[in-house]
């Protein structure tokens, strides 16, 4: 049986529009957060599949000392049973590494440049790189050795803290979209008063009239979210375009998982399904409350 509301439609009622416009701001904040974390944690995985378990060697000297050195630790690291490869880097790739810094071709082909080699060990553990480090040093004591595990585990305690701060956002977006819930209820009741008491009168029951301000919540919430969400695309179109412009080499370029994309169109509405219950459970207290 289709019970006819005694509230207004959403698009007539002020506190309607208040409550989509606070959901429409918090879901924007949320998505914000939301892409932050996706991005960070993509980013980190990106740079952990692809330098984990590697070293860089830095030989500084002359180009006729650097090139004999390098060719002779070359050598010694592919006998080392730890090793899984190790080979020179070609002066072209380095000027090419340099050139997003630099941006002059002719600079960059003056610099004395050390030999760099690339290291990938069979297993990334201490141990490991502290035989790698000494077969180095015996054959070069001047050589200067880049373990990436230790920025690596620095950028993933960053990329640590800025989860929690993206979760304590979130989780401050979804405080005030209850207490909003809560308020602009109790307001819908005080406005209603004299309603109620007539239903009451000829029988209504609490679950009945709280279930109508629940529903109009869920509406109005879910208005507001996809509002929220319409607002966020172009601010996630301009941060993809920004990425974009960020040379390869400055910036590997980050791919959003599929759970993120999942995560971001359920705000809106678990945001609806939130505001839903919280509806519910005020005015059924304050109905309990009322003589």
């Known amino acids: 049986m289709n019970v006819r509301s005694f509230l207004p439609p959403v698009r007539r009622s002020l506190m309607g529009g208040f409550l989509s416009a606070i ?12 892409t932050a974390v996706g991005s960070i944690s993509a980013l980190v995985e990106n740079w952990n599949t692809s330098v984990t378990g590697t070293l860089t060697v830095q ?31 070609a002066r072209e790739r380095i000027q090419e590494l340099l050139k ?11 610099l004395p440049l050390p030999a760099l080699l690339d290291v ?10 502290s035989h790698v480090t000494a077969a180095i040093k015996a054959i070069a004591a001047d050589a200067i ?10 950028i993933a ?66 208005w507001g979210g996809v509002l929220g969400l319409m607002v966020f695309a172009p601010a996630l179109a301009g941060i993809a375009w920004l990425a974009r412009r960020i040379d390869v080499g400055v910036l590997p370029p980050v791919t959003l998982p599929l759970p993120y994309w999942i995560g971001l169109g359920l705000l809106a509405p678990a945001a609806a399904l939130i505001a839903s219950v919280v509806a519910m459970l005020t005015v059924r207290r304050s109905l309990s409350n009322m003589v």
């Open 23 to 34: 959901v429409a701001v918090l879901i924007f904040i949320s998505g914000i957060a939301l």
């Open 59 to 89: 030989i500084i000297g002359s180009p006729s000392t650097t090139v004999s050195k390098a060719t002779a630790v070359v050598a010694a690291l592919r006998q080392l049973p730890e090793v899984k490869r190790a080979d020179i880097i």
């Open 100 to 110: 997003p810094w630099l941006n002059d071709d002719k600079l960059i082909a003056d």
């Open 120 to 129: 990938e060990l069979n297993v990334p553990s201490a141990l490991s790189v």
């Open 145 to 154: 050795i880049d373990d990436h595990r230790v920025w690596l585990t620095r």
């Open 157 to 222: 305690n960053f990329a640590q803290g800025l989860r929690y701060v993206a979760l304590a956002l979130m989780t401050l977006a979804l405080g005030a979209l209850v207490l909003t819930v809560a308020f602009a209820t109790r307001a819908s009741l005080t406005e209603y008063v004299h309603v109620i008491e007539v239903l009451h009168f000829v029988g209504a029951r609490d679950a009945h009239i709280a279930s109508q301000f629940s529903w109009r919540a869920l509406r109005q919430t879910l």
